[in-house]
């Protein structure tokens, strides 16, 4: 298997390339127990659509309403700890953004650790696996702000301008504000 270019924030750190698709900390073993527990469990877990490069671009295109678009995995520490928020920010924007999350977990685990994370997490958004064919492409395509390293959170306007991003765990409220001024034109909204 080929290196991949997006990392951790730990092998940021270290300096040390991180090869984040070969590796899956997060459940081990879910996918047979989930196989094991018949068609009824399976059926429970929400759909996650795998995506490449071409995918990765159309999902990133704004529909008329602001788009936030989280990257993460389920090997991810600080992915797992900041998704509570997001789907706290999903519930709360429900109707009025886009919100996308985008897995970069292996291949394999489309139908295992990350649909049943999301069940866990009780998330409700679109949910993706990139399985990109050119890594340092799909990078390009999110933003030129982009190292690959997770979490990674950005919100685009309306017209697909770049309006924010993280690297690494969001702030709830600094979030809140960013899409509040797109949603009020700028404007702080009344309290």
């Known amino acids: 298997m080929r290196p991949f270019n997006f990392k ?4 940021i750190a270290s300096g040390a390339l991180f090869l984040c698709f070969s590796i899956g900390i997060y459940g081990q073993g879910t ?3 989930s196989a094991s527990s018949g068609q009824t469990a399976a059926a429970k877990l929400p759909p996650v659509k795998q995506i490449n490069n ?3 671009r159309k999902a990133l295109t704004p529909s008329g309403k602001p788009l936030l678009v989280n990257f993460w995995a389920t090997w991810c520490d600080p992915c797992r700890e900041e998704f509570p928020d997001l789907v706290k920010l999903d519930a709360d924007y429900k ?7 985008i897995s970069l977990d292996e291949l394999s685990e489309i139908h295992g ?4 994370f999301l069940s866990d997490m009780k998330a409700e958004m679109p949910a993706y696996l ?5 890594d340092d492409a799909a990078i390009a395509i999110v933003s030129k702000n982009f190292t690959g390293a997770l979490p990674f959170t950005i919100l685009y306007d309306p017209s697909g301008k770049e309006t924010y991003f993280r ?8 979030v809140r504000g960013e899409i509040d001024k797109l949603l009020t034109g700028g404007k702080t909204p009344a309290p």
């Open 8 to 11: 951790c924030p730990k092998a």
């Open 31 to 33: 996918a047979s127990s």
């Open 54 to 56: 071409a995918g990765l």
């Open 95 to 101: 109707g009025k953004i886009d919100f996308i999350t």
């Open 113 to 116: 650790d990350v649909p049943k």
């Open 130 to 134: 990139l399985k990109a064919e050119d």
């Open 167 to 174: 690297q690494g765990k969001i702030t709830p409220a600094l």
